[in-house]
């Protein structure tokens, strides 16, 4: 049985409640419009971070490191791998080199340069299954 559908305005709304009983505001604090960034901690007490795209504009994404969500890959839940090799190989309209991902992620010290995965989240389910995951993750967990 499948999880029933929301439109997106409430299912965003309902992640970000989530999300703000789940974790903890980042210390890098949230973007007031586009995104929210989290620390949470696994059941091992391993702090996990994880940014939540909440902007008008965008799909339900839930950005978290690759190697602690590998068995989710082949869930069901759409994705999209963002490995870090790929950062700054573009350069912006200045000459710089651009980060490549959004730029609430770079700042992050687990996130910012580590290979993750973008989940486009559909329904709180979907999220359940990526939160599960993450309160499985192990220490020592390094950047």
């Not at 409640?17 to 995104?35: I, N, P, T, V, W």
């Not at 391993?46 to 602690?68: C, H, I, T, Y």
Request: hydrophobic residues 40%; contains cysteine.
């Amino acid at each position: 049985m499948s999880a029933p559908e929301i439109d997106l305005t409430s299912l965003k709304r309902a992640i970000v409640m989530r999300l703000d009983r789940e974790g903890k505001e980042h210390s890098k604090g949230h973007q007031k419009s586009y995104a929210n960034r989290y620390s949470m901690r696994s059941s091992d007490r391993a702090l996990v971070e994880l940014m939540f795209e909440k902007g008008d504009k965008s799909p339900a994404n839930l950005w978290v490191r690759q190697d602690l969500v590998l068995e989710l890959l082949d869930d069901g839940i759409p994705f999209t791998l963002s490995p870090a090799p790929k950062l700054y190989q573009t350069v912006g309209k200045t000459g710089e080199k651009q980060y490549g991902r959004h730029s609430a992620l770079e700042d992050m010290m687990q996130l910012g340069k580590a290979d993750l995965v973008c989940f486009a989240l559909r329904n709180m389910a979907d999220l359940d299954r990526v939160l599960s995951a993450l309160a499985q993750v192990t220490r020592p967990l390094r950047a």
